[in-house]
């Protein structure tokens, strides 16, 4: 039995890309053992044994002097799911996300599982039917149901054929609270003579009392202001379209942390009244 690997990779690697991981068919990391792919238009694919369920592997690039695996901060790992002939894995060389292609065996064998009505016990779903019976919204879910053996299962984009939610991604990369970022929507602003102030009011304690000024980033444009205040999370604020041009150098951002806030001032390239901040 195996699964099908296809790898994409930047480039042309100077050797063969090929599969090692903990499990004896995959060469319990022995690189001498890893199963070798072969090299297609677009990337490396190739058959892989079907290893044992969540065992750990990695891509690794086989040269004459060794080999050097994919840089990733853990493992990869095959899920259950995976684990039928036929089925396809798709990765990049480098990046832990693993997307799948679930095998015909797979969605016929998912498909004729029976619903066990017992699993639900506790359940908000079975709490309906048990509270109003025949009359419960979730009624039709009651009925035992399996599909016959000798029912053929059809299959394909679009075809719904019952079961368990089958996984289609896994490995991907969750972001944490240092790569998010918050846009900031909330702003006043007043306009004068030669100028235009933005105040943008921040969450109180995001600024310290001390260096603030070096959190905060600002780019001025011609028609547009780009605020990021480097924090965990960042935050940002973007104007565009604003309702004249700017005097780019005579633009200044004064950051005010004891009143919890940000003035962008925008000079003006030309001196008119602005009725409205940006135009429509």
Request: aromatic residues 6%; proline residues 5%.
């Amino acid at each position: 039995m195996s699964l099908r690997i296809e790898v994409a990779l930047e480039g042309l690697p100077e050797g063969v890309v090929a599969v090692v991981g903990e499990d004896d068919k995959l060469g319990k990391w022995d690189l001498a053992s890893a199963v070798k792919l072969t090299q297609q238009e677009s990337g490396w694919a190739g058959d892989v044994p079907v290893p044992s369920m969540e065992s750990e592997f990695k891509l690794v690039v086989l040269k004459a002097e060794g080999g050097e695996l994919e840089d990733l901060p853990m493992n990869r790992r095959f899920p259950a799911c995976a684990l039928y002939t036929g089925t396809k894995l798709m990765m990049t060389f480098g990046q832990p996300r693993i997307a799948f292609e679930a095998s015909p065996e797979f969605i016929e064998e998912n498909a004729r599982r029976t619903r066990k009505l017992e699993d639900r016990q506790g359940s908000a779903l079975q709490e309906n039917v048990d509270r109003k019976g025949s009359n419960a919204y979730y009624h039709a879910h009651t009925r035992h149901f399996e599909v016959p053996e000798h029912a053929k299962v059809i299959s394909g984009p679009g075809l719904i054929t019952g079961g368990a939610p089958v996984l289609l991604e896994a490995g991907a990369v969750l972001s944490t609270e240092a790569d998010r970022t918050v846009w900031l929507k909330d702003f006043s602003w007043s306009d004068s003579t030669g100028k235009v102030k933005v105040y943008v009011p921040v969450p109180e304690g995001l600024l310290p009392a001390d260096n603030a000024e070096s959190l905060v980033e600002t780019e001025f444009s011609n028609n547009q202001v780009d605020m990021t205040i480097n924090c965990k999370p960042r935050q940002r604020l973007k104007i565009e379209k604003l309702n004249g041009e700017l005097k780019i150098e005579a633009c200044v951002t004064r950051v005010e942390a004891h009143k919890n806030r940000i003035v962008l001032q925008l000079a003006k390239k030309r001196e008119t009244a602005w009725y409205n901040l940006t135009k429509k």
